[in-house]
């Protein structure tokens, strides 16, 4: 990864097999391509996919995440954020975030392929449907 | 039964040996048909899925990526095709056709290795993990029902069986055109009569978008028409001072808001409604009544809220009441907008949170998504309601971050996105 914020230092904490287990914490160094594959960012990524489509393979002109360089996602974020660039809905997801979810969404969009997005074809609706 | 259904019900049932009944269901067979299986999958067990709307797909589709197929995911739907609440209104505008909204099953099975089963449940016995429907049954490991919402008639019981007459089109389907019928076939300086239940309701902004896609229509084609909007809340519950703005600019002395009107009585013939205060009669009548979780909740005893709604973890979406039974989408009981976007949300931190538990590992304590809500106000203007939601340690519930909020006016420009919503995610649930 290029990023200038590939590192973190971050508190983790180990988790033992039992989920009741969460013990001792530890200060370690951590690649954002690590900690951007979690479930909390994983998710969170996927919460774009209403207008951004699946793992950032958007279609019907939306910004393309898939593969797009983690400076430029971020330096986008961060422009909706605090209002320098124009926008009609994202500053509202751009304020809502942290900076570190910012970095990790970058980290996570840049590693996933761009490929194209499938659309399902309408049907004519069944007589049988409610 | 269809003899389409019941072809495609056997040809499932075939490749998942369903036939043979609940036990009779190989892992083998299941990865041999999910196309996953040029990695090696080991099981590591069986999620059933009750409902195959936005919630219920989204769950299944994401468990089967997160747990790179590790996971069976059989759906249990009744209907064989996914009809599209969202853009739906678009239909009684004049703007949308049902078709258009319309689509098949088939690429999300045949994409994930989703185990399909066309079927109804009619009983679900969670002390032994069985889900029985009409024709078969299944155990699982983990149970996630995504049962959307029911009609309730309790209060209005003349209408339950009249919905030919007064539908609520509050599903897509059938009744949104009829309801488009009845507009069409409604005669210049006719009344159109809706009701608001109150919240919370499937889709907090849709009866006033509802009332803009009419009003739409009318405007163009029966300009001396009258909207009523009967609301049982005290006030337009979303997008308040957009839509009161919208009603005023683009459909003056139209739209006649009577906030605080509870609907007490009906007469089917004359489409007359009584509330506490007053009686209207319609041309056509639109009654949008209470909602409550979908039959396969109550099947299960997960609605414990009022009887009504279903408690719920917001790390794992597991019920309160039943372990090993999770319920996202509508039907839970939550501060959170029941919203499609808001479904899929919660189908994917339940996906998420079910793959690291049956992986033994911790799922994450604190979730984050984002809402994005679009409202048509015209064929082709819309606004939105935006907010990212996070999780709160203390009071245990999803909180609006900071941020949130709506348009400052409706455009053709936020119309273009809202259509690029739709496409996006019905790509998203659906392929």
């Known amino acids: 990864m290029k990023n200038y914020f590939s590192w973190f230092l971050v508190l983790i904490l180990t988790t033992s097999v039992g989920l009741s287990n969460i013990g001792n914490a530890a200060e370690v160094l951590v690649s954002t391509d690590t900690l951007s594959n979690t479930p909390h960012i ?89 | ?97 049902i078709n258009d909204l319309t689509f098949g099953y088939d690429l999300a099975q045949k994409n994930h290795g989703i185990t399909w089963v066309s079927d109804e449940v009619t ?16 155990t699982y490991d983990r149970l996630i029902i995504a049962p959307g919402v029911d009609m309730m008639y309790d209060a209005l019981p003349n209408l339950e069986a009249a919905q030919q007459e007064v539908p609520h089109a509050w599903k897509a389907g059938w009744q949104t055109v009829n309801l488009r019928k009845q507009l069409e076939a409604m005669p210049d300086g006719g009344v159109f009569v809706m009701s608001v239940p109150r919240a919370p309701y499937r889709c907090p902004p849709g009866p006033y978008e509802r009332a803009c896609q009419v009003a739409n229509y009318l405007k163009a084609h029966k300009p001396k028409s009258k909207i009523i909007v009967l609301d049982a809340n005290a006030e337009i519950t979303s997008k308040k001072g957009l839509f009161t703005k919208v009603w005023a600019d683009m459909y003056p002395s139209m739209v006649d808001y009577r906030p605080n009107n509870i609907i007490a009585e009906v007469d089917i013939k004359t489409k007359t409604v009584k509330t506490d205060f007053e009686t209207v009669t319609a041309n056509v009548l639109n009654i949008i009544p209470p909602q409550r979780a979908g039959r396969p909740a109550r099947l299960a005893s997960v609605d414990n809220a009022d009887k009504r709604w279903c408690e ?18 509508d039907a839970i009981d939550s501060n959170l907008p029941k919203s499609a976007h808001m479904a899929t949300n919660q189908a994917r931190i339940c996906a998420s949170a079910v793959v690291e538990l049956m992986s033994n590992r911790a799922p994450d304590p604190a979730p984050v998504f984002a809402n994005t809500c679009y409202s048509f106000v015209s064929d082709k203007e819309a606004m939105h309601v935006a907010t990212v939601y996070r999780y709160d340690a203390n009071k245990k519930i999803m909180m609006a971050a900071e941020g949130g909020g709506v348009s400052r006016k409706p455009s053709v420009q936020e119309g273009n996105y809202a259509q690029a919503w739709a496409a996006n995610i019905w790509s998203d649930v659906l392929t």
């Not at chain 2, 089967?64 to 009744?78: D, L, P, Q, Y």
């Open chain 2, 1 to 97: 039964m269809t003899s389409f259904q019941r072809r495609t019900f056997i040809k499932n049932s075939i490749k998942t040996g369903l036939v043979l009944g609940a036990t009779g269901l190989a892992p083998s067979v299941l990865t041999a048909c999910s196309g996953l299986n040029k990695q090696s999958t080991k099981n590591i067990g069986r999620v059933v899925v009750i409902g195959g709307g936005y919630a219920g797909l989204t769950a299944a589709k994401y468990m089967r990526m997160w747990s790179a197929g590790n996971i069976e995911v059989v759906v249990i739907e009744k209907s064989s095709q996914f009809v599209s609440c969202p853009l739906s209104n678009l239909v009684l505008g004049g703007s949308k056709n």
């Open chain 2, 123 to 138: 009983a679900i016995d969670a002390a032994n993990k069985t889900v029985v429907m009409k024709r078969d049954k299944l």
């Open chain 2, 312 to 329: 719920v973890s917001f790390i794992t979406y597991e019920s309160t009441a039943v372990p090993n039974v999770h319920v996202i989408g």
């Open chain 1, 42 to 130: 994983r998710t969170l990524a996927a919460s774009c996919a209403a207008c951004h489509g699946s793992n950032g393979n958007a279609l019907h002109g939306n910004a393309v995440l898939a593969g797009m360089e983690g400076g430029q996602f971020t330096a986008a974020m961060l422009a909706f954020k605090d209002g320098s660039r124009p926008a009609t809905v994202m500053h509202r997801h751009a304020k809502g975030l942290n900076i570190d979810e910012i970095n990790l969404l970058a980290a996570y969009f840049s590693q996933q392929k761009p490929m194209s997005s499938q659309q399902p074809k309408p049907q004519t609706l069944k007589a049988s449907h409610d």
